[in-house]
């Protein structure tokens, strides 16, 4: 039988010296493809990610790329053992194991389904917050796409408020005036979700769990909090990311073999 996702991700942190409390592990692009690695891999644009070992929930590292098998490769690098999904030259077999990775249509409390991209929404103060803040573009169009469906004067009941659904204080705290103005919340989320990726090193679902949840209960849970709305929230953004992705002419990402 083929490990799941989260025995490969755990045989390959575990692969690492067992003096750590968290793992190293290396999400490499190349061409369009993800493989994961114990090191960089040379040729691949690579994002280390820690995983702690006694996390509550094991990350999901490859993206929205639905249930597919793949290998992992044992190699040497700089006289030391590496193991990656890539298959690199002087690799040999070590493993196979399967991904199920999020699907493509799940819904989101009070939302529903995902939903087709829409472009047209506010674009001029997307690619302008985009711009000043180096945030995707079409990451920003998820969050507002789950959050408000664009919706300038949506009011949650929770109180949050405008297309990027800030809460009050979080507006405050990023000098956003009106939160109902189209410009400013977009302008106030970009912000926002500036410091959440910096604060979480690029990770993209830590960063959607913070949006959602706060970062009292990502760091509280050590990652994704177990809130069925949370999990569902990060799973229904990195879809409509892929989705705009796609709809705005990016390649979509593959793994490696």
């Not at 061409?31 to 690695?37: G, I, K, Q």
């Not at 469906?149 to 009011?155: K, P, V």
Request: net charge positive; aromatic share 8%.
């Amino acid at each position: 039988m083929k490990p799941s996702l989260p025995a490969a991700l755990v045989l390959l942190s575990l692969l690492l010296p067992w003096a750590a409390s968290a793992r190293t592990v290396y999400r490499c692009v190349q061409d369009n493809t993800v493989s994961l690695a114990t090191a960089p891999e040379p040729g691949s644009r690579c994002t280390a990610r820690e995983v702690e070992d006694n996390a509550v929930q094991t990350p999901n590292l490859w993206g929205n790329m639905g249930v597919f098998s793949g290998t992992l490769y044992e190699r040497e690098q700089d006289g030391k053992p590496v193991y990656s999904t890539r298959n690199l030259p002087g690799s040999r077999v070590f493993l196979k194991f399967t991904v199920a990775t999020p699907p493509g249509e799940p819904a989101h409390e009070g939302l529903g389904k995902v939903g087709t991209p829409q472009l047209n929404r506010h674009a001029k103060q997307f690619k302008a917050a985009a711009r000043a803040t180096g945030v995707d573009d079409a990451w920003l169009r998820a969050i507002a796409h789950a959050e408000s469906g664009f919706d300038a004067g949506a009011i949650s009941p929770k109180g949050a408020q405008g297309v990027m659904q800030l809460m009050p204080d979080t507006a405050t705290e990023l000098g956003v005036a009106d939160p109902l103005s189209a410009e400013q919340s977009i302008n106030g989320g970009a912000r926002y979700m500036q410091a959440l990726l910096k604060r979480y090193k690029g990770d993209r679902t830590l960063a959607a769990a913070a949006y959602n949840a706060g970062i009292g209960a990502v760091t509280r849970y050590k990652g994704v909090p177990p809130y069925a709305e949370t999990l569902a929230y990060v799973e229904k953004v990195s879809a409509l990311y892929v989705r705009y992705r796609e709809a705005m002419g990016f390649k979509v990402e593959t793994p490696a073999k």
